[in-house]
């Protein structure tokens, strides 16, 4: 089972949004990184065959998605965004028709919406209306909707998004118990969640690929650009100004600095390991509205 990209470029009339992907996915869980814009939500709807590449191939088990058509959606599941529902319906009800729209027969589509819905801790709300529903019960919700074919390959786009902190490790969780065996391609620009679940990273900007690798490979690959250093509030308000701060931390009267730079921001600085938040950072401080402020004052 391989999912190949093939030089997969994606126009928008005449912006640029995809630029000639190579890509190849087995079973395992990737982490899809960027900041707003850098081509992740138009990846993703090329995978799933919503919208065709401007030049490039998409394989799956080596035949064309294009050419597959429904075979191909039968192996696909798919969470979007902004995941919409009916919000009238009850969980199992939605369930049930999303079973309809996918081929399951009545038999199988109850028994499989039982189990996810079971899976997904929402067995006891089944019959609530939906939209009584918190967002993080419809993220679940949403997850048990592309799981309902059993797919080979779950695509999910910012599926963690709002989220609160237990709601995103349940989540997390959810989506590694899912994985065995399957293609799972998850964006989201959240790093703690790809760096606690994803077994290879891509780090994508502007439509290309920046960054590819496990997350010892990435981080030991970007080594030299992290540094720590005790400095006065007043000497840290002017370094703000100048690099990107992870974080500032008082101690005393001093300052503690993890400053993201290829330079040595000050002699006293000292190299220190990378994380994948401090790569995320070099790539993308300053680039949409989810990037950190890292202006310091005191």
Request: proline share 3%; with cysteine.
């Amino acid at each position: 089972m391989e999912l190949q990209l093939e030089q997969v470029t994606k126009y928008y009339g005449t912006k640029l949004a995809v630029d000639r992907l190579d890509m190849s996915l087995g079973p395992g869980v990737y982490g899809l990184l960027g900041a707003n814009g850098a081509g992740k939500t138009t990846l993703m709807r090329l995978i799933c065959d919503i919208l065709d590449p401007t030049s490039g191939m998409i394989r799956y088990c080596h035949q064309d998605i294009h050419q597959m058509g429904e075979q191909y959606r039968s192996v696909l599941g798919y969470l979007p965004q902004k995941f919409g529902y009916y919000p009238e319906f009850t969980a199992l009800r939605f369930l049930l028709y999303m079973s309809a729209l996918k081929g399951l027969d009545k038999a199988a589509a109850m028994e499989r919406s039982t189990e996810l819905l079971r899976l997904t801790g929402l067995l006891q709300e089944k019959n609530k209306k939906i939209k009584t529903y918190s967002g993080g019960m419809q993220r679940r919700l949403g997850i048990a909707q592309a799981m309902l074919n059993d797919p080979y390959i779950l695509v999910l786009d910012e599926p963690t998004s709002g989220l609160d902190p237990k709601e995103r490790v349940r989540f997390r969780n959810l989506i590694s118990s899912f994985s065995k065996d399957k293609i799972v391609l998850l964006s989201t620009h959240i790093v703690a969640d790809v760096e606690y679940i994803a077994d290879k990273i891509f780090i994508m900007k502007k439509g290309r690929l920046l960054k590819a690798g496990t997350l010892e490979e990435i981080t030991s690959e970007t080594g030299g650009i992290v540094w720590e250093c005790a400095v006065s509030p007043t000497t840290a308000a002017a370094m703000g100004e100048r690099y990107t701060i992870v974080n500032a931390k008082r101690k005393e009267d001093k300052i503690i600095l993890r400053i993201v730079s290829e330079d040595r921001p000050s002699k006293d600085a000292v190299q220190t390991e990378a994380t994948l938040e401090d790569i995320y950072l070099h790539y993308f401080s300053g680039e949409g509205d989810e990037i950190y402020d890292t202006a310091v004052s005191f």
